[in-house]
């Protein structure tokens, strides 16, 4: 049974990041999983703890803002997670079409590949200046 | 069957029977955080102040408390299956993959019941100012 557990194996290793040529497809694909993890791991726990301090009461949601408001550390993560939701979105949409077979033709999956990231971008500053103009007016 | 190369132990084995069910539901989970978290964010974004009063009354309608906890069950089962491939892919040793399962079983099922019950509590009880 030698070899069985992959570490121990002395086969060659498939190759990995760091030999491919970078490009947009490439780029959709590791931010749709660092996105995804990002949220997972810090956006969700953030959430719990919101909908919790609401349910403790008025102290725990003060001590929640106080964090929030510490040094805009909350606006930083909110518009860090706010991207992540959309990237994440917008490239599960090019999943479902992927999915279904369609969407391979290379200049059309590059098209696809910029638009994801481009699309993300735009709706997460169209959502914060849209606060924005809310708090102002 | 082989016994040298990986690829060589497992080839005529056929499928190994499960991982459709994992895709399926991936995706079906991918829907549902799609029509739930927009609901989240456009309501969110909508609310004129985040006070803590007009928190535990908005939460307080059923409509507003039911979709959240859905969500909750949306969001906590789709990134279960998620962070599953992400220690599958980057974690070779077997022992320390089956303790990460298990700690992923935790924080997923733990993370939805106290947003769950969170909501509830305030649902239930309101305003307790």
Do not use: C
Request: hydrophobic share 55%.
């Amino acid at each position: 049974m030698s070899g069985v557990s992959g570490s121990a194996s002395n086969r060659p290793l498939s190759p990995h990041l760091q030999v491919y040529k970078w490009g947009p497809h490439m780029l959709v694909s590791i931010l749709h999983r660092a996105t995804g993890d990002a949220m997972a791991l810090v956006g969700v726990p953030l959430l719990v703890w919101w909908l919790y301090a609401i349910s403790a009461g008025p102290e725990s949601y003060d001590y929640f803002l106080s964090w929030f408001n510490f040094y805009y550390i909350g606006y930083i993560i909110l518009v860090g997670m706010s991207f992540a939701f959309f990237e994440h979105m917008y490239s599960g949409l090019r999943h479902f079409v992927l999915d279904a077979g369609a969407g391979y033709e290379l200049q059309t999956n590059k098209m696809w590949s910029v638009a994801v990231p481009l699309a993300a971008i735009i709706t997460t500053g169209a959502m914060w200046l849209y606060i924005a103009s809310k708090n102002i007016l | 069957m082989g016994s040298g190369t990986n690829i060589g132990r497992v080839r005529g084995l056929g499928s190994a029977q499960e991982g459709a069910h994992h895709w399926i539901v991936q995706r079906v989970t991918a829907v549902s955080n799609l029509l739930l978290v927009l609901w989240l964010v456009f309501s969110l974004v909508r609310l004129p102040q985040y006070e803590h009063g007009l928190m535990v009354e908005w939460l307080s309608s059923p409509l507003v408390a039911v979709p959240m906890m859905l969500m909750l069950v949306s969001i906590f089962w789709h990134l279960r299956l998620g962070l599953q491939v992400l220690i599958e892919d980057y974690v070779p040793d077997h022992g320390v993959k089956f303790g990460l399962f298990v700690f992923l079983n935790f924080f997923a099922i733990g993370g939805a019941a106290l947003g769950i019950f969170s909501v509830a509590k305030i649902a239930f009880t309101g305003v307790v100012e």
